[in-house]
């Protein structure tokens, strides 16, 4: 736990100042409230001796300044430690982010989306409470009762061992016990939670076809059952909750009866005045205000350093590709691209997804690369967008090694519309910004003249501003695959990747797409990934792949 809370703070960049003045604060308002019991304590025993008024007057003072002192403190406290959280919160979903966007998309395909979106959302919100009620509390616990205990020990030693006993039980081993009780449930509730996200994601992308297929009542019963068990544990949670604060209600009030009983005896033993009977007592009742929320702290640390490992889990991972050390300069855009004799795959253990496989993309030259499902397109485009090594050969530009360039150089050689690409859910001009944030609007419109979807934009009322909603939801198939691919001509890279653009179209469609696309191409260098026939004819090489090789180019 010890290792994964420093691994945690450090991911997220705790600044030491700011927590140490929130520890500061946060003492300060604890005593504050101790100090203004026990003063007020010792005032009411004093007053009730009828002694003159102005022997009074320095502990009314001292009631009214620890009065005013602990709000304000406890303020400046709730200011600073949550200004801490919020930035640290910040700071922490930014290294998330930058820790596994090298990691997309090849080595994410393993997790469930829902589940990605747990650990990037739910997760990481878990840990904003890391600090302020995970690992503040213990420190200012301990701190204040050391006041307290050296306070209670300069007037009555014996009390105070008896109220150093009560607070180590009551901010030691019931903590310890919550945690114990609790570190199964948390961890458990962590899973439930992503399990419950995963399911609710997978059920929203495929309700129409849940519907469509009958399957919406078994879907629902899985959401029902991850429900009742994220909520069985909840109820757990509770009971160990209301059990651990059980037990520390009951070591403070058996720790102020043996301080009270002690303070008795000793005033019987005239070895101590009685007006300190009370404010020992409200003092050592008082202490127990630093370590009350540590049973809380322990059942909320364990669930939150159960988020945080499967936030470690990712951010843990070391890329397979890597930028070099001393990356070669940009390359040219009339570079050549080519496969030399590739092999790839995904996995140490696994089987190659491409094996001895050679392709060449020149300046103006077309190629498809043809072949079933699995057979291994995907991959090539992967190794051309580096998101994926070769385990052997090369991927090579202008003849050197694609792993000598940085990824964003070798990246902006490639325009890549795919079956898959997404839109988000803005509108036409705004998705297609995206390959190149300053075009014009001319050049916008020239893109879609050459994607052939100009005059449908131009018939539209809002025209450029149209909303496309979320992933193209409400275009047809053709309108959102002419768009993916007008995106990828105002990219204006010199190698033009096509990833299944026809995969949604008729024949007729699907051949005027082709057509239109390889005829705005102009020189650049085209590489149409397929497993259909139409445009082949007017390509100047096919290559057909199955199961990552290579059966036959023409």
């Not at 010792?42 to 320095?58: F, K, N």
């Not at 030691?172 to 996200?197: S, Y």
């Not at 936030?311 to 991972?317: G, K, M, S």
């Amino acid at each position: 736990m010890t290792a994964t809370l420093g691994r945690l703070v450090r991911l997220a960049d705790v600044p030491r100042g700011r927590a140490a003045l929130a520890v500061l604060l946060a003492t300060l308002a604890v005593c504050f409230g101790i100090a203004l019991l026990t003063a007020a304590g010792y005032l009411i025993s004093r007053a009730a001796e009828q002694p003159p008024i102005l022997s009074l007057t320095a502990t009314i003072v001292a009631v009214r300044f620890f009065g005013l002192a602990r709000p304000l403190t406890r303020y400046l406290d709730r200011l600073v430690s949550h200004d801490l959280a919020l930035r640290s919160l910040g700071r922490l979903r930014a290294r998330f982010y930058e820790r596994i966007e090298p990691l997309a998309p090849a080595e994410l395909d393993g997790f469930r989306r829902g589940d990605l979106l747990r650990r990037m959302v739910g997760d990481v919100d878990a840990l904003q409470g890391l600090f302020v009620r995970g690992i503040s509390p213990p420190v200012v616990a301990a701190l204040t009762g050391a006041v307290c205990v050296g306070a209670v020990a300069t007037v009555l030693p014996s009390a105070a061992v008896v109220l150093a006993l009560g607070l180590c039980l009551a901010g030691a081993a019931v903590p310890a016990l919550a945690w114990w009780l609790a570190n199964v449930t948390g961890r458990r509730r962590v899973a439930a939670r992503a399990e419950l996200t995963a399911e609710l994601v997978e059920v929203l992308r495929g309700a129409p076809e849940l519907v469509a297929f009958g399957g919406e009542d078994d879907a629902l019963e899985r959401i029902r059952a991850a429900d009742d068990a994220l909520a069985q544990l909840g109820r757990r949670d509770a009971r160990v909750g209301g059990l651990a604060d059980a037990f520390t209600v009951l070591v403070a009030g058996l720790t102020v009866v043996g301080v009270l009983a002690i303070a008795v005896d000793a005033r019987a033993g005239a070895a101590l005045d009685p007006v300190l009977i009370a404010a020992v007592a409200f003092l050592a009742l008082a202490s127990f205000e630093a370590v009350a929320p540590l049973p809380a702290a322990a059942r909320e640390l364990s669930e939150a350093v159960a988020a945080g490992d499967r936030v470690l889990e990712l951010t843990d991972r070391v890329p397979t590709v890597r930028d070099p050390d001393d990356p070669m300069p940009t390359p040219d855009r009339s570079a050549v691209v080519a496969l030399e004799g590739v092999t790839a795959r995904y996995g140490v253990e696994e089987e190659p997804a491409l094996e001895g496989v050679d392709l060449v993309l020149a300046p103006g030259r077309r190629v498809a690369l043809v072949g079933p499902s699995g057979a291994g397109k995907t991959t090539v485009t992967n190794l051309l967008l580096r998101f994926l090594d070769p385990t052997r050969g090369r991927v090579t530009i202008g003849g050197r090694d694609a792993r000598d360039y940085r990824q964003t150089d070798v990246r902006r050689m490639f325009a890549l519309a795919g079956q898959d690409a997404h839109l988000f859910d803005t509108t036409i001009r705004a998705n297609l910004l995206l390959a190149r944030p300053n075009a014009t609007d001319d050049e916008i419109l020239d893109a879609l003249r050459r994607a052939g979807i100009d005059d449908w934009v131009a018939s539209l009322p809002e025209g450029l501003d149209t909303l496309v909603g979320e992933n193209g939801a409400k275009l047809s198939g053709g309108q959102r695959q002419r768009l993916v691919v007008a995106r990828a001509l105002l990219a204006d890279a010199p190698v033009l990747i096509l990833d299944e653009p026809t995969a949604h179209l008729d024949v007729a469609a699907a051949e005027a797409l082709v057509a239109d696309v390889l005829r705005a191409a102009d020189d650049r260098a085209v590489l149409l990934v397929t497993h259909r026939p139409e445009g082949l004819d007017r390509v100047d090489e096919v290559i057909r792949l199955a199961d990552g090789r290579v059966t036959r180019a023409a």
